[in-house]
């Protein structure tokens, strides 16, 4: 599915993943891009020729000289993901709880210079806002469980070729109990690491505490998902985020 | 010829070098080299002071608010260079005061309108109430992007291409919503559907259409309120929140879909209706 492959001009090519279908067209120097959001989840399948490629699709063209290839890299979204954890999971003071949730991937799609032609997301997109209605942040929503390492053996047992296995770990280092029901995780600072047909990110660390939320990346793999290479490098380093400052987020997020 | 006109005679008695050495005596050298000795270290101080107002002001107030800081600095630093060479040129300053004193009554009268303007435009610019690029709606009646805020008014480009001046003043005395103020914003959408339908019905369909729109945000969530029976039918108000920026996709998205739902499902929009009972015999 990630991989580079060369056109023919004048052939339109198709890639399908569960939640969008991508084509290709090359004409000329026209290179043209078009994504499709099925209401139904369509089978995988990698580029190939497309006899009948449907007729109703938008297309976006870019100028290229001298290309003949295009490249799907895998790619977190530009945006934040606000995960709503499904159940809400409490968690006791000065408590750390490991585990997994998992991010949509977006196509970023690169011409052989390494140009990037586009970046499509790989499902239907929803925003969310991540803070008070006067301050926060738009990201793009996720509704994700919060897996254990059992849980997450079954993923890799069948693992989606549009999704990123993010291991999480969350420590509560308030005086109080809390309820976790939303989390907000920068893209910026992570790494997509791509090996066998699963794809997976640095952990992130959260930590709540009275002042906010801090978060800030793990790098490296986690043992459980095995050996794998950087497909796409965090855009920043592992600086830590404060995503808020005092109670009121606190308790917006976490609805203490 | 010679001496016949007064004028020529005049000129000839007129003793040019006498005159001149009586210009170039010592006294008025020092004076002299004294006004442009003021006047040279009067504009460095006001540069150097309007440069640093502006380095201290640009981090930490408006573009604007800095700007008219350091207008504000340049313009009394003048003045005082201007009093400073009054004052070594021997004028006497106490008449001009005088004078400025009244003048200034007479100049307060004729433009208090303008002086009215300028200080609530100073009274504006401290409450930072709006900036420019916000979209204003001033009084419930004029609605823009603020195109810029100046001394005495503040200046709105209105959807259909046009500007409208407002005065400081009226701003001042005005309602004034900030329509962009907040990253982001909720579309109220108010509709009627018939007393046959069913109110859960609705709020399901409702709910549906805020979920499958890619630009209504997932939290905060929609909201959803039976306001209450009214004439026609049962009134509904249903709130979805967006980004600023996506405001028409979200109006025109959620509208359409909306009445695409409700006519799929069944539901009924209520209209104004009139029974009328005849009475017979």
């Given amino acids: ?256 | 010829m010679q001496g016949t006109n007064p004028a020529v005679r005049a000129l000839e008695n007129l003793n040019l070098k006498e005159s001149l050495n009586n210009l170039l005596t010592l006294e008025a050298l020092g004076t002299a080299l004294k006004l442009a000795g003021i006047l040279a270290l009067g504009l460095i101080v006001v540069r150097i002071a309007t440069g640093i107002t502006g380095r201290l002001t640009r981090k930490t107030l408006s573009p604007r608010t800095s700007e008219l800081l350091v207008k504000f600095v340049r313009y009394t630093g003048f003045f005082l260079v201007a009093v400073n060479l009054a004052n070594a040129a021997g004028l006497d300053l106490s008449a001009l005061l005088g004078a400025a004193g009244i003048a200034g009554i007479a100049i307060g009268f004729a433009a208090q309108t303008s002086i009215s303007n300028l200080i609530s435009g100073i009274f504006l610019l401290t409450e930072k109430a709006y900036a420019v690029g916000d979209v204003l709606d001033v009084g419930g009646g004029t609605v823009g992007i603020v195109d810029s805020i100046d001394m005495l008014s503040v200046k709105l480009k209105t959807f259909d291409n046009r500007l409208v001046r407002i005065p400081n003043e009226t701003l001042v005395k005005s309602n004034i919503t900030n329509v962009t103020r907040y990253p982001i914003r909720r579309l109220n959408i108010n509709l009627s559907i018939t007393y046959r339908d069913d109110i859960e019905k609705a709020r399901r369909i409702l709910a549906e259409t805020a979920d499958s729109n890619p630009w209504v945000l997932r939290n905060p969530a929609p909201i959803f309120i039976v306001e209450g029976f009214g004439d026609s039918g049962i009134n509904l108000f249903f709130g979805v929140w967006f980004a600023k920026d996506d405001f028409v996709d979200v109006k025109n998205s959620m509208h359409v879909d909306i009445k695409r739902r409700f006519d799929e499902e069944g539901v009924e929009f209520a209209f104004q209706t009139l029974t009328v009972y005849q009475k017979k015999g």
């Fill in chain 1, 1 to 256: 599915m990630w991989s580079t492959f060369t056109l023919s001009p004048g052939t339109t090519y198709g890639i399908r993943f569960p939640g969008a279908g991508i084509y290709f067209r090359a004409e000329g120097v026209l290179w043209g891009i078009a994504v499709e959001y099925p209401d139904r989840p369509l089978r995988p399948a990698p580029a190939s020729a497309l006899r009948n490629p449907p007729k109703d699709l938008e297309w976006r063209y870019s100028a290229l000289l001298g290309a003949a290839e295009l490249t799907l890299r895998p790619a977190l979204s530009p945006r934040p993901y606000e995960v709503q954890l499904e159940p809400t999971i409490s968690i006791l003071p000065g408590v750390e709880l490991d585990g997994y949730v998992f991010l949509p991937l977006q196509a970023e799609i690169l011409a052989a210079a390494g140009t990037i032609l586009a970046s499509v997301p790989l499902q239907r997109r929803k925003n969310s806002w991540f803070g008070s209605p006067q301050e926060g942040i738009l990201c793009e929503a996720v509704v994700s469980d919060f897996n254990a390492a059992e849980e997450l053996g079954r993923f890799l047992g069948n693992p989606s070729p549009a999704v990123a296995v993010c291991p999480v770990s969350v420590r509560n280092d308030m005086a109080e109990g809390m309820n976790l029901s939303r989390l907000c995780i920068p893209t910026d600072i992570l790494s997509v690491y791509g090996g066998e047909g699963i794809y997976a990110t640095d952990r992130v660390l959260c930590s709540f505490t009275a002042d906010g939320v801090q978060v800030k990346p793990k790098r490296g793999m986690d043992p459980l998902l095995g050996r794998m290479e950087v497909r796409h490098p965090a855009r920043k380093g592992p600086e830590e985020r404060f995503f808020t400052r005092g109670m009121d987020l606190l308790r917006y997020i976490t609805g203490i």
